[in-house]
């Protein structure tokens, strides 16, 4: 979650770590820190805060060094403050380290250390590694952080300087990502390719326990027993200026009004008639796999994991394989039975979710075939499947994600519809129908977009209000889940996400006017039954905000009571937010356009920060 940058060559290193933090300023931190060599010296200027505070602090009090490294920090260990900030450094004061992860045994180390004599400033984990480093240091900064990796447990990404090799950067990773960016008379490390993206378009993507030692001229990619690899040259496929907000006044914003564009790209090479089968390159499976599979396991974290709940209710609805979804978080806890012949579909917009990673070697090591949806090419989850479908988001830098989640649906429906085709267990007229509703996708979001001013106005009825309640039925119960989780993130307004069916079973008591209702009521088999339960809310009162179909002539007088006192909510016509008629099984793409939209102009209109919100982060690389 932490964000690291560094540079070795001839330029200003403190512009260029700052400038890179500034593009990763969407992982979410607490504090900042720059640490370069200057004049034989380790010189560190580290904030609490914003990048706003260590650029003020640059201003007052500057750097100079052409070899520096960077550092946001997401506190774990130790509570946020300039003591605990990164970089941190050795007792003698010559090696500095940032560092992105969790040391699982800092504690033994630390007494360990402590015993030894070398004085600790911080409460965190990462403060070992620069003691260890200068344990072991004696003229070689490789060899000293490679020997002092073996010391430690957990996952982590370290950037490594030392002041007696000062034409040196030394970058190690397990677990954690980072990358290695190549110049030309300058050299890059970073956790993420975004934030070097305007610095150079080539990259090294280091794999775990890997090291490359930078000078300005070179780079060399070891193990940590120093025996040479061989590594191409990974081309960042996105424009240097694609992680600018333009004309939009945040990323989120953005990335929503994207997905037209985003949509097509998914769909290029992969379906372009309703006639002609669905193509997924990079899947690795033949269609006898296909046919021979026993079970499906959908795991992810978060936003993602919701997406798996919509591809194992198309899975089962229409490939008729039986399907689960998970949390990656829990699918080791409960010790899976894996059946011969069983993929796991692993989701993660990043591929580097530590959680998400975690569940698919476990899964991996019973024996699943690993199949994962990312958008973020050659990451750690794509480098250890066995076929990796690419969602083509592009890169996402808000913190909640929007377009990424809809790309995972609408991959999932690619993928039950291709192992339906496949198996031969779907209507094709079924089939075909959905295939296009995908190809005028495009069409529909740009629809929903356009209507952006509708929602708004519905956000603006409902913002003051402190709690709210998501329902959603059948393939729409995660669009449900999603809408909450969408509006807790960005708001700070408390949302709870349910299935309709569970009203009585307990959410209706929590019903009154100062709860509303975002009720997901789409064309389709369970349209009754949500009209049912929009009546059970208008009958207590409650304000509801209705998510339906064109056309819909029920829900917007659902549940009012025309002889009510006009002061009373239950004579109010419900909020309505429309979408275009699609099929049920492929509304969840069109519902997650209004939801976002929802979500954005409520924490909007509550002046929060939205594409940074408190506590949260966009990857999260520690379990």
Same mark, same amino acid.
């Given at each position: 979650m932490c964000g690291i940058v560094g540079y070795i060559g001839m330029r200003q290193a403190p512009a260029i770590c700052l400038a890179g933090l500034r593009r990763l300023e969407y992982r979410g931190y607490d504090s900042a820190g720059i640490a370069v060599i200057s004049d034989g010296r380790l010189d560190v200027r580290k904030v609490v805060g914003k990048l706003d505070n260590m650029e003020d602090e640059l201003e007052s009090d500057p750097l100079s060094g052409t070899v520096g490294i960077g550092h946001t920090?997401?506190?774990?260990h130790g509570k946020p403050s300039v003591e605990n900030s990164h970089p941190h450094l050795s007792t003698n004061g010559r090696v500095a380290v940032v560092h992105n992860g969790i040391i699982e045994n800092y504690q033994e180390l630390r007494e360990q250390l402590t015993a030894e004599g070398y004085v600790f400033t911080s409460?965190?984990?990462?403060?070992?590694?620069?003691?260890?480093?200068?344990?072991?240091?004696?003229?070689?900064?490789?060899?000293?952080v490679c020997q002092a990796v073996g010391d430690l447990e957990g996952a982590f990404a370290f950037g490594v300087i030392c002041a007696d090799s000062p034409g040196q950067l030394v970058a190690v990773r397990r677990f954690s990502p980072l990358v290695v960016g190549i110049g030309e008379g300058e050299n890059y490390i970073a956790s993420d390719m975004g934030a070097i993206r305007q610095e150079t378009d080539k990259v090294y993507v280091i794999d775990d326990d890997e090291v490359a030692l930078l000078t300005a001229d070179n780079i060399e990619l070891t193990d940590l027993q120093l025996n040479p690899l061989d590594r191409e040259v990974f081309v960042i496929p996105w424009p240097a200026d694609a992680a600018q907000k333009g004309e939009h006044k945040h990323f989120m914003h953005k990335e929503i009004h994207e997905q037209p564009d985003s949509i097509r790209a998914c769909l290029a090479g992969r379906l372009s008639d309703?006639?002609?089968p669905i193509k997924l390159d990079g899947l690795n499976m033949t269609e006898d796999e296909i046919k021979s599979l026993r079970k499906v396991v959908f795991t992810a974290c978060g936003t993602a994991y919701h997406a798996g709940l919509v591809g194992r209710f198309l899975m089962e609805k229409l490939a008729r394989i039986p399907a689960e979804a998970d949390l990656a978080a829990e699918l080791r806890s409960r010790d899976p039975v894996v059946l011969d012949n069983t993929l796991c579909i692993v989701i993660s917009q990043s591929g580097e979710t530590a959680d998400t990673l975690v569940a698919l070697r476990d899964m991996k090591a019973k024996g699943a075939r690993i199949v994962s949806v990312l958008n973020v090419v050659d990451s750690s989850i794509a480098r250890e499947s066995d076929g990796v479908v690419y969602i083509q988001a592009g890169?996402?830098? !808000? @913190?909640a994600s929007t377009k990424a989640f809809t790309l995972q649906i609408f991959t999932m429906t690619m993928l039950a519809l291709h192992f339906a085709e496949v198996r031969g267990e779907a209507d094709p007229d079924l089939l075909k129908t959905l295939k296009a509703d995908l190809l005028r996708a495009p069409q529909l979001v740009r629809q929903l977009l356009d209507r952006e001013e509708d929602v708004k106005a519905?956000?603006?009825k409902h913002y003051?209000?402190?709690n709210s309640?998501?329902?959603?039925? !059948? @393939?729409?119960?995660?669009?449900?889940?999603?809408g909450a989780l969408k509006l807790k993130e960005i708001s700070y307004i408390h949302a709870e996400g349910y299935s309709a069916g569970e009203m009585k079973h307990g959410p209706i008591a929590l019903v009154e006017p100062d709860l509303f209702t975002v009720a997901v009521a789409v064309e389709g088999d369970v349209l009754e039954k949500m009209i049912g339960n929009i009546m059970e809310i208008k009958a207590r009162s409650g304000p509801v905000v209705a998510v339906a179909t064109d056309g819909d002539t029920q829900i917007p007088a659902v549940g009012v009571d025309a002889d009510a006192d006009a002061d009373d909510i239950t004579a109010r016509p419900n909020d309505m937010i429309w979408v275009p008629p699609t099929h049920e099984l492929t509304s969840p793409i069109t519902v997650a356009i209004p939801l976002q939209l929802l979500a954005y102009h409520m924490a909007d209109l509550r002046g929060e920060h939205i594409d940074q919100p408190r506590n949260l982060a966009k990857t999260v690389t520690v379990e």
């Amino acid at each position: 979650m932490c964000g690291i940058v560094g540079y070795i060559g001839m330029r200003q290193a403190p512009a260029i770590c700052l400038a890179g933090l500034r593009r990763l300023e969407y992982r979410g931190y607490d504090s900042a820190g720059i640490a370069v060599i200057s004049d034989g010296r380790l010189d560190v200027r580290k904030v609490v805060g914003k990048l706003d505070n260590m650029e003020d602090e640059l201003e007052s009090d500057p750097l100079s060094g052409t070899v520096g490294i960077g550092h946001t920090r997401w506190a774990t260990h130790g509570k946020p403050s300039v003591e605990n900030s990164h970089p941190h450094l050795s007792t003698n004061g010559r090696v500095a380290v940032v560092h992105n992860g969790i040391i699982e045994n800092y504690q033994e180390l630390r007494e360990q250390l402590t015993a030894e004599g070398y004085v600790f400033t911080s409460q965190t984990d990462t403060e070992v590694m620069a003691h260890l480093v200068e344990k072991y240091y004696e003229g070689d900064l490789r060899a000293a952080v490679c020997q002092a990796v073996g010391d430690l447990e957990g996952a982590f990404a370290f950037g490594v300087i030392c002041a007696d090799s000062p034409g040196q950067l030394v970058a190690v990773r397990r677990f954690s990502p980072l990358v290695v960016g190549i110049g030309e008379g300058e050299n890059y490390i970073a956790s993420d390719m975004g934030a070097i993206r305007q610095e150079t378009d080539k990259v090294y993507v280091i794999d775990d326990d890997e090291v490359a030692l930078l000078t300005a001229d070179n780079i060399e990619l070891t193990d940590l027993q120093l025996n040479p690899l061989d590594r191409e040259v990974f081309v960042i496929p996105w424009p240097a200026d694609a992680a600018q907000k333009g004309e939009h006044k945040h990323f989120m914003h953005k990335e929503i009004h994207e997905q037209p564009d985003s949509i097509r790209a998914c769909l290029a090479g992969r379906l372009s008639d309703p006639d002609k089968p669905i193509k997924l390159d990079g899947l690795n499976m033949t269609e006898d796999e296909i046919k021979s599979l026993r079970k499906v396991v959908f795991t992810a974290c978060g936003t993602a994991y919701h997406a798996g709940l919509v591809g194992r209710f198309l899975m089962e609805k229409l490939a008729r394989i039986p399907a689960e979804a998970d949390l990656a978080a829990e699918l080791r806890s409960r010790d899976p039975v894996v059946l011969d012949n069983t993929l796991c579909i692993v989701i993660s917009q990043s591929g580097e979710t530590a959680d998400t990673l975690v569940a698919l070697r476990d899964m991996k090591a019973k024996g699943a075939r690993i199949v994962s949806v990312l958008n973020v090419v050659d990451s750690s989850i794509a480098r250890e499947s066995d076929g990796v479908v690419y969602i083509q988001a592009g890169p996402e830098i !808000g @913190v909640a994600s929007t377009k990424a989640f809809t790309l995972q649906i609408f991959t999932m429906t690619m993928l039950a519809l291709h192992f339906a085709e496949v198996r031969g267990e779907a209507d094709p007229d079924l089939l075909k129908t959905l295939k296009a509703d995908l190809l005028r996708a495009p069409q529909l979001v740009r629809q929903l977009l356009d209507r952006e001013e509708d929602v708004k106005a519905v956000a603006a009825k409902h913002y003051r209000k402190p709690n709210s309640l998501y329902l959603g039925r !059948g @393939v729409n119960l995660p669009s449900a889940m999603e809408g909450a989780l969408k509006l807790k993130e960005i708001s700070y307004i408390h949302a709870e996400g349910y299935s309709a069916g569970e009203m009585k079973h307990g959410p209706i008591a929590l019903v009154e006017p100062d709860l509303f209702t975002v009720a997901v009521a789409v064309e389709g088999d369970v349209l009754e039954k949500m009209i049912g339960n929009i009546m059970e809310i208008k009958a207590r009162s409650g304000p509801v905000v209705a998510v339906a179909t064109d056309g819909d002539t029920q829900i917007p007088a659902v549940g009012v009571d025309a002889d009510a006192d006009a002061d009373d909510i239950t004579a109010r016509p419900n909020d309505m937010i429309w979408v275009p008629p699609t099929h049920e099984l492929t509304s969840p793409i069109t519902v997650a356009i209004p939801l976002q939209l929802l979500a954005y102009h409520m924490a909007d209109l509550r002046g929060e920060h939205i594409d940074q919100p408190r506590n949260l982060a966009k990857t999260v690389t520690v379990e």
